[in-house]
């Protein structure tokens, strides 16, 4: 399955216009400090992809904070991403007395910024934490109580459906952030998805970024998928494993059948990893062998050597 991350596809006026510099400057930086190398389609035009758009992004909002262009565009961009982040937190008020917050403050910090729709003030937050605990950390201690924390809300009346998307998107964004300043290409590769009637993508979100927090070459399909494409996915990457986030509780007879299937059809030397708040309520004993159901956010098995803490 060949991504289109790289698919040069954007002309110069849609890259001005998502990133906000202007096309003579998109050029200055190309042409002085080779900051993106864009093609060139049939007719002369350039066309840039989704990894040039990001990239412009960063380094625009870097430039802005008072960083030179000639000193960020010879960035990785794994670095120029890492500056970022700590220059967002550099300008994050701390707590009124000074004190570093902990995971629980954090939590509850967090939880408040989701009742007031203060989505920057969120993300701030959370790069925060990141930095200060670490990504496992922040993933165990943060994320996952932070998340239990926005559905006890839910449940309680105290979160409305606008508040609850909002919570989610932030922590999808920075998760996805922190999956591409961590990312080796080195490492086995997983493949991470939901199966057919599971539509809730943010825990398989939280298993990816634990997967390549620990080296792992995260593959990440999105949700509701058929096990027949799960396979082929599995085979056009060449997996190591492939893992899958349970989070409905309904129909989980329809989800152990599902997982059966997959695991019949994919390769025996392919591991296959369930995860995710309602794992724990499938039927362990009624599971083939070769099936690995995951608990929390452990390491995961067969980690690469010189994975990452």
Known sequence: ???????????????????????????????????????????????????????????????????????????????ATALLMEDRVAVTP??????????????????????????????????????????????????????????????????????????????????????????SPDGPSLVVTTLPGERHGLGARIFSTAAVLQGWTVKYLGTDLPVSEIVAAARGVEASAVAISVVRREHLDETQRAIIALRDQLDPSVALLIGGRAASLLAADSLPSGVWVHDGLGDLPFPPSGALT
């Open 1 to 79: 399955m060949k991504s289109t991350h790289d698919t040069p596809r954007h002309p110069i006026r849609v890259i001005a216009q998502r990133t906000g510099l202007t096309a003579a400057t998109i050029r200055a930086w190309e042409r002085r400090y080779q900051a993106v190398q864009p093609t060139r389609s049939e007719g002369g035009q350039r066309l840039y992809s989704d990894y040039d758009l990001e990239r412009l992004g960063v380094l625009r909002e870097l430039t802005e904070g008072g960083r030179s262009i000639s000193m960020v565009a010879s960035l990785t961009p794994q670095d």
């Open 94 to 183: 701390g707590t009124s007395d000074g004190s570093t917050w902990g995971p629980a403050e954090q939590v509850e910090q967090g939880y408040a910024r989701v009742l007031a729709f203060d989505a920057e003030g969120l993300e701030r937050m959370l790069w925060r934490a990141v930095l200060s605990l670490g990504g496992k950390t922040f993933l165990s201690d943060v994320v996952g109580p932070l998340l239990e924390r926005i559905g006890k809300g839910w449940v309680d009346d105290e979160v409305s459906p606008a508040q609850e998307h909002l919570g989610s998107e932030v922590v999808d964004q920075v998760l996805e952030r922190l999956i591409n300043v961590s990312r």
